[in-house]
């Protein structure tokens, strides 16, 4: 079992930066791909960014633009996602999993994570 808890969402204005924080306990962090979701009101959970188990790898839904970058400190057992230049269009709540097995390339669609974490608010004012 992976326990997940997301931290550092809040209010921004538009352009502005935040950094999200998932600390995880339970079984062995680094052993799992790790991801970023979100979902907005009224609309389906969507990927944001994922990174695999070693941490060699990751890949974000807005790569054309770089805006979102996930990274991961193992020896913290934290995921982290940074978001610049944000939009009002990115307000939405915003969820960590941990893929369903260990030993994964990146994740990217939510059938392949299997560990959830609450969900921290993320608003962006215009």
């Known amino acids: 079992q992976v326990q997940l808890e997301e931290s550092g969402g809040g209010l921004v204005q538009a352009g502005g930066s935040l950094r999200l924080s998932c600390a995880a306990s339970?079984?062995?962090?680094?052993?799992?791909?790790l991801g970023w979701f979100r979902q907005a009101p009224g609309k389906e959970r969507e990927f944001v960014a994922g990174i695999d188990w070693r941490g060699s790898k990751s890949y974000s839904a807005d790569a054309g633009e770089g805006r979102f970058t996930i990274s991961r400190d193992n020896a913290k057992n934290t995921v982290y996602l940074q978001m610049n230049n944000l939009k009002p269009e990115d307000t939405a709540v915003y969820f960590c999993a941990a893929g369903r097995g260990p030993y994964t390339a990146v994740l990217v669609t939510t059938n392949t994570y299997g560990y959830w974490g609450q969900g921290t608010q993320v608003t962006v004012s215009s």
């Open positions: 339970g079984r062995t962090f680094s052993n799992y791909a």
